[in-house]
């Protein structure tokens, strides 16, 4: 019971780091569920995809009346992720073995493979935005940066499906470094993107069914929209240059501590 509890506090961390920086819930999100409610990997993947949009969807609101949502850079992304994402979760993940490959005489699981892709992927895109890479200037909505942004939506798509993470980690620095968007109008774009990719791919998952579940989902959303409420209102406080390393740290210790966790498993 006591990891349960700590997985409901996890739950409104989670909705901070979505309110605050526009992503880092599903970085939590699916730890959360496979080291706390022992959830395996691929169904904890479904789940997340399910919790992060709806809790991302309950931040929108408060974004939308600071301003801080770009609709036009938002369909020019989300177009292109959106087609990624349900394809690979409807198609990609089921045709994946349970067991992908042989290391050594070590078994890599379809489980851990995910974990471990997810990690290095938060840690790449945590040193992007630690290593403080000048800004280009904004564009009009990133309409000068459409085939960045659209190759980019296809990828985050890829990984959203596959990691099960709505790709804020991903997105937002997508945002910031190939279309120029200052950092909070950045977070407030990535909750729409992330609430549609997270949407999609969890309606494209044949596999998780919402009702074995509802006893751990319906106190976790809870909490996590609380977290994002107040996390949406904290941010109103923090400047871009606050902000923009904080995110990419927090990515870099929760990536370094799965990668840990994994390798410590499979010795």
Do not use: C
């Not at 840690?123 to 403080?132: E, N, P």
């Not at 609380?226 to 904080?246: C, H, W």
Request: aromatic share 8%; charged share 10%.
């Amino acid at each position: 019971m006591s990891w349960e509890i700590l997985g409901y506090a996890g739950a409104i961390v989670m909705g901070l780091a979505l309110g605050l920086m526009g992503g880092g819930g599903s970085i939590l999100t699916v730890p959360i569920l496979v080291y706390l409610f022992g959830q395996d990997p691929v169904t904890a993947t479904g789940l997340s995809l399910f919790i992060v949009g709806t809790t991302s969807g309950a931040g929108l609101f408060s974004h939308h009346r600071q301003g801080n949502i770009e609709w036009r850079t938002a369909g020019v992304f989300g177009s292109a992720s959106i087609i990624s994402v349900f394809i690979t979760r409807r198609w990609l993940v089921p045709a994946m073995p349970d067991q992908l490959l042989s290391i050594g005489g070590v078994e890599v699981s379809k489980g851990t493979a995910i974990l471990g892709l997810f990690a290095v992927v938060m840690v790449l895109s945590a040193w992007s935005m630690i290593r403080r890479r000048k800004l280009n200037a904004p564009a009009d909505n990133g309409e000068r940066h459409l085939p960045s942004l659209l190759l980019t939506g296809l990828f985050t798509g890829l990984l959203t499906g596959v990691l099960g993470a709505g790709g804020g980690f991903l997105i937002v620095p997508a945002l910031v470094l190939l279309a120029g968007v200052d950092m909070k109008r950045a977070i407030g774009t990535s909750l729409l993107i992330i609430t549609v990719n997270a949407y999609i791919g969890f309606l494209g998952d044949p596999y998780v069914h919402l009702a074995d579940h509802v006893t751990i989902l319906l106190p976790f959303l809870a909490l996590a929209i609380l977290g994002i409420v107040v996390g949406s209102r904290l941010s109103k406080r923090l400047s871009n240059e606050t902000l923009r390393p904080a995110f990419g740290w927090f990515i870099m210790a929760m990536g370094v501590y799965i990668i840990i966790r994994e390798l410590y498993a499979l010795a």
